[in-house]
């Protein structure tokens, strides 16, 4: 049986990130608020340190290695954020990275991955298992796997944010979280639930891959193809068994927005609030706009999980 993170853990991970990881600031936007008719909270992890969330997990999780582990060294998989955390924790903690990352990973992602001292070891995601190849490289060199989501040390560093976030605005009406694997949500859960938890909250995913969707509300985890979307970040194809539980147990609904609302999220960031978003760090706005009248009168809270996207990547989808 899982032994599940609790928002104790995120206390914990809190104190741990603390002088490395940035707390990054809350914005709002009354144009924004206005065509919602709400007051909206945008935590701006797109400005966390290497452009997104995934700095406070990794961080959180290399941390708590001991001296063998650290000297052996970590091994990872992921599309692009988790590989840049875990590189860049790495190197801050001087322990080596290996990083599995599919071929067609963001330009921007790849290779400011390798700037902070990761080996890069690239696959196919539509022909092989990242899981496997990380798994394997693990057992070969005796390297510590630390995956992108399905972790309690990953799980309750991703937590911190909505910790902040709660902590700046205070109690929030609902909160959106976009969803890949779920270590954000879930961590995000532990914390909602612990300081206001009459919160509603909302994990959301692109309509092409809602593995998630289908898994809250059928009570078991789905696997689906790799999704073909611009959210590369949730590109998912399954939960995992921690954030599931956590999931399913804490998380109020499931949402799925479309890649041509993303876009218009990316616009609007840009243009209004002057801040680059990735697409799927544009989930939880695109799902709270589509809400529209339902959140009227409410406080509400976004997420915005990152920023890093390439610029030729992000011009094309704008003019699109």
């Not at 940035?22 to 608020?33: D, E, F, G, I, K």
Request: hydrophobic letters at 40%; proline letters at 4%; one cysteine or more.
């Amino acid at each position: 049986m899982l032994t599940l993170p609790t928002y104790a853990d995120v206390i914990v991970a809190a104190e741990r990130i603390k002088g490395f990881a940035h707390r990054t600031p809350v914005l709002t936007s009354r144009t924004m608020n206005q065509e919602i008719g709400a007051e909206v909270f945008f935590k701006c992890e797109n400005l966390q340190r290497m452009g997104a969330f995934k700095f406070r997990g990794a961080f959180n999780a290399l941390s708590r290695f001991n001296e063998r582990q650290r000297k052996a060294g970590v091994v990872t998989y992921s599309s692009g954020n988790h590989a840049q955390a875990i590189a860049l924790s790495a190197s801050l903690l001087g322990i080596p990275a290996t990083i599995v990352m599919p071929n067609d990973a963001p330009a921007a992602k790849m290779a400011a991955t390798r700037g902070y001292g990761g080996k890069v070891i690239n696959y196919d995601r539509y022909t092989e298992d990242r899981e496997k190849i990380g798994n394997d490289l693990a057992e070969k060199h005796g390297l510590t796997l630390i995956p992108p989501y399905d972790h309690p040390d990953v799980i309750a560093g991703q937590g911190t944010a909505a910790k902040e976030l709660f902590e700046d605005v205070g109690e929030l009406d609902a909160l959106f979280v976009c969803l890949g694997g779920g270590g954000l949500l879930s961590g995000s859960a532990l914390s909602t639930r612990a300081l206001f938890p009459s919160c509603t909250l909302y994990g959301v995913e692109p309509e092409a891959g809602n593995d998630g969707q289908r898994s809250f509300r059928s009570g078991a985890i789905v696997h689906i193809d790799t999704p073909k979307t611009i959210a590369d970040g949730a590109q998912t194809q399954h939960l995992g068994s921690y954030t599931f539980e956590i999931i399913r147990r804490d998380v109020d609904d499931i949402l799925t927005v479309s890649d041509a609302q993303l876009v218009d999220c990316m616009r609007f960031f840009a243009e209004r609030m002057k801040l680059v978003v990735e697409p799927t760090g544009c989930l939880g706005l695109a799902a709270a706009r589509a809400m529209g009248g339902e959140l009227k009168g409410k406080r509400v809270g976004v997420i915005v999980s990152g920023g890093n996207v390439d610029l030729d990547r992000f011009c094309s989808l704008l003019h699109s």
